[in-house]
């Protein structure tokens, strides 16, 4: 008996994975597998005049970012750079700064200022240390890694 409900436990498992891989919403499964389309890369599809807000807390030998609302504005195209504006807030903290980064994988392409550098190196250090997490192209569907 605990041998049919074993086979019984391991065919609806198999077939929940063939079905949609236990994943939410529309994403790979064996009828629908990633393809190069789900392919993300760091720094591609950003458009001019986008604006992506995050939240950020670091606390840091020079500057504490608690709680603070961090706006990345790629503001503008210049060749193979963006001129980034950062605006960063918190109770304490009001903090404007430009740099440009390379639209290739989103490394610094110009010095930045000292004041202000004490501010983007929290934001260095977490939230674009994505291109140093995904140095390759990794896919970008829903349930992935």
Known sequence: M????????IGVSVTIIAIGGGFSGPGPSITNPP?????????EKIKEGEII??????IGPHSSLN?????IDFA????????????????TIHKEGSILLSKQQ???????NEKFNLYFEPIDSSILTIR???????????GAP
């Open 35 to 43: 393809t190069a389309a789900d392919l993300w890369r760091v720094g």
């Open 132 to 142: 140093d997490i995904a140095r390759e192209p990794k896919y970008l569907v829903v």
């Open 76 to 91: 503008k195209d210049i060749g193979n750079d963006w001129k980034v504006n950062f605006i960063i807030n918190n109770a």
């Open 106 to 112: 989103l490394t610094l392409d110009s010095p930045v």
């Open 67 to 71: 709680e603070a609302k961090v706006s």
């Open 53 to 58: 807000n995050y939240s950020l807390t670091a």
């Open 2 to 9: 605990s041998g049919i409900f074993s086979a019984l436990g």
